[in-house]
């Protein structure tokens, strides 16, 4: 056996930017006090979803990796609990600007980071307007507990992310996210849609899965979003084996045998028998085969 304990957790968030930090701090604390060695935060924790509207003067809200000013405080949690936070930050490279993760081991280790790989563009969600699209590929990381690949919110509506992931030999797949209300169509709800598209990644690829959102209505100049919070953990056959509200501060925690789902993965046959030799029509962007 190969027992993990994970984290999936949700929270609010103001242009208080210390206390989002701070109580970000405090949901791992809380997440590891209930035994997780693997705890997910939300998208863009530091902030609201400035994303909602266009406004040049949030540009500065970016800082280089290397000099980060406060994902070193995370590092130092990492290692005083001994758990893997993967944590969310606008980075600024160059002239270039990502919505990335840095992926921080349980001894405080930064092993790397990813960017994010599909970058929305609609009404609420203007990430276009502030992140280049990322330029390293997936990600897979070995950490102490396993070996995680980690998406990014849009990237989660995209099966080809998941089974990248899982073919560069994820364990486990996380996707910390902002998603709610679509402020120009009050019909869609896609809640629903977007815990259901998740299952799928988690069951087609027999591994879990674990999705944090925030909680909350935050206002821009040009407009709302309503965050449908419901963060969840799935299991390797796209069941919920946890789910949280729409609108409270929450940590899920479960835990998985990474060994006998690493069996049941190899059973299934569902890696065995792919057909990559046909699959071309994947790195078009039209279907259409030159």
Known sequence: MRPVTVAATQMACDWDRERNIDNAIGLVREAASRGAGLILLQELFETPYFCIDQHAPLFELAQPL????????????????????????????????????AMIDADGTLLGRYRKMHIPD????????????????????????????????????????????????????????????????????SADHWIRVQQG?????????????RIGTETMDGGSDTFHGRSFIAGPEGELVAEASADRREVLVHTFDLDAIAAKRRAWGVFRDRRPEYYRALTTLDGTIR
């Not at 990644?201 to 959102?213: E, G």
């Open 66 to 101: 290397e000099t980060h000013s406060w994902l070193p405080r995370f590092q130092a949690l990492a290692r005083e609990l001994g758990v893997v936070l993967p944590v969310s930050f606008f980075e600024r490279a160059g002239q270039s600007h990502f919505n990335s993760v």
């Open 201 to 213: 990644h988690a069951a087609a690829n027999v591994m879990p899965l674990l999705a944090s959102n």
């Open 122 to 189: 609609g009404p609420g969600y203007q990430e276009k307007y502030y992140f280049s699209p990322g330029d390293l590929g997936f990600k897979v990381w070995d950490t102490r507990v396993g070996r995680i690949g980690v998406g990014i919110c849009w990237d989660q509506w995209f099966p080809e992310c998941a089974r990248a992931m899982a073919l560069m030999g994820a364990e486990i797949l996380l996707y910390p996210t902002a998603i709610g209300s679509e402020p120009h169509d009050a019909g869609i709800q």
